[in-house]
């Protein structure tokens, strides 16, 4: 028989349960439904968001165990329902809040925007790092992959099925769940592309900029500290939209040390700066790196990441140089593997180098002097 003691324990204990997709307790979701206890056994109702959800095992599993737990539950059984349509409405409602634009300025979501002069300096891979880099120090971290025609993203973060084709973020009506890796929430155009189509995206200023758009306001990133965006490189569609877009957001500038590549790696930065975009630091990647006998091989030269540094500050505010990475075939590996270095080989020269970027980011908040919070008298 029941007892409004033990019914109450159980709904406590279910209750806390946590959506691994939406990251908040089932009850504050409302997906829990009618509790019994009988001779033992308890009857536990829960509502899934959608049918097919791919957390219904996991989510199951931790309820029943949830109310096992509770003193005289000697048997579980778990009634698996999904929500309305309407229950759904109201939740993405709910979730959604009434901002369009969840990552305007008065948002506590650092927004940091990673950019690049040309390709093939190993922007996405330093993105990939840094996120989850920042992610391991006990950020909430967002990355975003707007390199719509060369995203790599998926890959460098091991997201990626046995047929090698990315998980598609779970829908919630208009609302999407981002995948997550490593603890980091993601989103790229490569999990949209219908099975078997080419990998080529080939569209145009309008489409880019839906896309991006998109990627702001209908995946449900939850409470993020910070929002990392993987650019692509140059100053095209892309970097006008977010500009246009996110004016708040401060801007990595990354560049290996040749100087064509440095020269370029600025123009990117200076358009950046054009949208009320202010610089924070220049990442430079592909560096010297020590053989085992000590000889320092520099591939690429020597002194582009300070040369870029330098003509931003010429330019506008001072903007250090935060980090140089150096070649490693580890760095690589893990970029071809879906395992980022900086957890796979945290003692390789190129992970320490991330990391040290991670730390200096972490301890150089933007201030919120004169910037009005969320927030509002009781």
Same mark, same amino acid.
């Given at each position: 028989?029941?007892?409004?003691?033990?019914?109450?324990?159980?709904?406590?204990?279910?209750?806390?349960?946590?959506?691994?997709?939406?990251?908040?307790?089932?009850?504050?979701?409302?997906?829990?439904?009618?509790?019994?206890?009988?001779?033992?056994?308890?009857?536990?109702?829960?509502?899934?968001?959608?049918?097919?959800?791919?957390a219904?095992?996991?989510?199951?599993?931790?309820?029943?165990?949830?109310?096992?737990?509770?003193?005289?539950?000697?048997?579980?059984?778990?009634?698996?329902?999904?929500?309305?349509?309407?229950?759904?409405?109201?939740?993405?409602?709910?979730?959604?809040?009434?901002?369009?634009?969840?990552?305007t300025?008065?948002?506590?979501?650092?927004?940091?925007a990673?950019?690049?002069?040309?390709?093939?300096?190993?922007?996405?891979?330093?993105?990939?790092?840094l996120?989850?880099?920042?992610?391991?120090?006990?950020?909430?971290?967002?990355l975003?992959?707007?390199?719509?025609?060369?995203?790599?993203?998926?890959?460098?973060?091991?997201?990626?099925?046995?047929?090698?084709?990315?998980?598609q973020?779970?829908?919630?009506?208009?609302?999407?769940?981002?995948?997550?890796?490593?603890?980091?929430?993601?989103?790229?155009?490569?999990?949209?592309?219908?099975?078997?189509?080419?990998?080529?995206v080939?569209?145009?200023?309008?489409?880019?900029?839906?896309?991006?758009?998109?990627?702001?306001?209908?995946?449900?990133?939850?409470?993020?500290?910070?929002?990392?965006?993987?650019?692509?490189?140059?100053?095209?569609?892309?970097?006008?939209?977010? %500009?246009?877009?996110?004016?708040?957001?401060? *801007? &990595?500038?990354?560049?290996?040390?040749? !100087? #064509?590549? /440095?020269?370029? $790696? =600025?123009?990117?930065?200076?358009?950046?700066?054009?949208?009320?975009?202010?610089?924070?630091?220049?990442?430079?990647?592909?560096?010297?790196?020590?053989?085992?006998?000590?000889?320092?091989?520099?591939?690429?030269?020597?002194?582009?990441?300070?040369?870029?540094?330098?003509?931003?500050?010429?330019?506008?505010?001072?903007?250090?140089?935060?980090?140089?990475?150096?070649?490693s075939?580890?760095?690589?590996? %893990?970029?071809?593997?879906?395992?980022?270095? *900086? &957890?796979?080989?945290?003692?390789?020269? !190129? #992970?320490? /180098?991330?990391? $040290? =970027?991670?730390?200096?980011?972490?301890?150089?908040?933007?201030?919120?002097?004169?910037?009005?919070?969320?927030?509002?008298?009781a």
């Amino acid at each position: 028989m029941s007892t409004p003691s033990t019914v109450d324990d159980i709904r406590r204990a279910v209750s806390a349960v946590v959506d691994p997709e939406l990251r908040r307790p089932i009850g504050e979701l409302d997906m829990v439904r009618d509790i019994a206890v009988g001779d033992g056994t308890a009857r536990v109702g829960i509502a899934l968001t959608i049918v097919g959800c791919p957390a219904a095992d996991r989510i199951e599993r931790e309820v029943r165990e949830a109310a096992a737990s509770v003193t005289g539950v000697e048997d579980v059984r778990v009634d698996v329902g999904v929500m309305t349509p309407s229950e759904r409405a109201a939740l993405v409602e709910r979730i959604r809040g009434v901002r369009s634009m969840p990552f305007t300025p008065d948002a506590l979501t650092r927004v940091i925007a990673v950019t690049s002069g040309k390709g093939g300096v190993g922007k996405s891979t330093v993105t990939a790092n840094l996120a989850v880099a920042l992610a391991a120090r006990g950020l909430a971290v967002g990355l975003i992959d707007a390199d719509v025609h060369g995203f790599s993203i998926p890959g460098l973060l091991g997201l990626a099925g046995e047929d090698g084709r990315p998980p598609q973020p779970t829908r919630l009506d208009d609302l999407m769940l981002p995948p997550v890796a490593h603890g980091v929430k993601t989103i790229s155009i490569g999990m949209f592309l219908a099975e078997g189509a080419s990998p080529a995206v080939a569209w145009r200023g309008p489409m880019l900029h839906r896309t991006v758009q998109q990627f702001l306001t209908d995946v449900h990133f939850g409470d993020l500290d910070v929002l990392l965006i993987d650019m692509p490189p140059g100053t095209g569609d892309v970097a006008i939209s977010v %500009g246009q877009l996110l004016p708040h957001a401060e *801007v &990595l500038v990354v560049t290996t040390p040749q !100087a #064509a590549a /440095a020269d370029v $790696a =600025v123009r990117s930065g200076i358009v950046a700066r054009q949208t009320g975009q202010r610089i924070i630091g220049v990442i430079e990647n592909m560096a010297a790196f020590a053989l085992p006998d000590g000889t320092v091989v520099d591939v690429f030269g020597a002194g582009g990441g300070e040369a870029v540094a330098s003509a931003l500050s010429a330019a506008g505010d001072s903007v250090p140089l935060l980090g140089s990475v150096p070649l490693s075939p580890a760095l690589r590996r %893990g970029g071809d593997t879906g395992a980022p270095v *900086v &957890l796979s080989d945290p003692g390789d020269p !190129a #992970a320490r /180098a991330i990391s $040290a =970027v991670a730390d200096a980011l972490t301890t150089t908040r933007p201030s919120l002097a004169g910037r009005a919070l969320p927030v509002s008298p009781a």
